[in-house]
T-cell receptor, first 116, second 114 residues
Framework: DGGITQSPKYLFRKEGQNVTLSCEQN?????MYWYRQDPGQGLRLIYY???????QKGDIAEGYSVSREKKESFPLTVTSAQKNPTAFYLC???????????????FGAGSRLTVL | GNSVTQMEGPVTLSEEAFLTINCTYT??????LFWYVQYPGEGLQLLLK?????DKGSNKGFEATYRKETTSFHLEKGSVQVSDSAVYFC?????????????FGTGTLLAVQP
């Protein structure tokens, strides 16, 4: 079955450490996204990528980095520069903007990061 | 800029009660509108969508009508079940940019009691 796989589901980090969250999709989608979810704040866009080897900052990119070396993969690194990294992180994918139905996203199950 | 406002929760209902979750939006042009649902511990799933004025999206007994005159997209269900307990997000996709970016509301927690 096609879908998005995020790992790990739960992750604990000490302050000052970088961590990388994995996101893999087998939907053949061009576009991939990372959102952060905090209680009472909905979803906020961190980074997005519309094509391999290209990505753009979203609304809250500071303290995060991404790469898009393969169409299927869009890992997110939470760096030590992120001041409040404890959150639920959601990866999503969708067809590119020029495709019909381009604006429907498929989400992974999420990764919960806790900084100790 | 574009934005979505939805009613704050939690909304607590008894089984078989009528549900309304309000959603209003601000956008230029003619955005597409969506409702996503998030069950506990999971990611978001598309519940329904509408792409132009007066369209009605429907799925699993839920409905929402795209009302351009009131800039609203309220979610309704005639008889909720315990299994409908989840967080519901209203979202908007605007046009005019090159990105396939959704803007989400803050989410409304629905708790249905037996």
């Amino acid at each position: 079955d096609g879908g998005i796989t995020q790992s790990p589901k739960y992750l604990f980090r000490k302050e000052g450490q970088n961590v990388t969250l994995s996101c893999e999709q087998n939907l053949n989608h061009d576009a991939m996204y990372w959102y952060r979810q905090d209680p009472g704040q909905g979803l906020r866009l961190i980074y997005y990528s519309q094509i391999v080897n290209d990505f753009q900052k979203g609304d809250i990119a500071e303290g995060y980095s991404v790469s898009r070396e393969k169409k299927e993969s869009f890992p997110l690194t939470v760096t030590s520069a992120q001041k409040n990294p404890t959150a639920f992180y959601l990866c999503a994918s969708g067809r590119g903007p020029a495709s019909s139905g381009a604006n429907v996203l498929t989400f992974g199950a999420g990764s919960r990061l806790t900084v100790l | 800029g574009n934005s979505v406002t939805q009613m704050e929760g939690p909304v607590t209902l008894s089984e078989e009660a009528f549900l309304t979750i309000n959603c209003t939006y601000t956008a230029t042009g003619y955005p597409s509108l969506f409702w996503y649902v998030q069950y506990p511990g999971e990611g978001l799933q598309l519940l329904l969508k509408a792409t132009k004025a007066d369209d009605k999206g429907s799925n699993k007994g839920f409905e929402a009508t795209y009302r351009k005159e009131t800039t609203s997209f309220h979610l309704e269900k005639g008889s909720v079940q315990v299994s409908d307990s989840a967080v519901y997000f209203c979202a908007l996709h605007g046009y005019g940019g090159a990105t396939n970016k959704l803007i989400f509301g803050t989410g409304t927690l629905l708790a249905v009691q037996p």
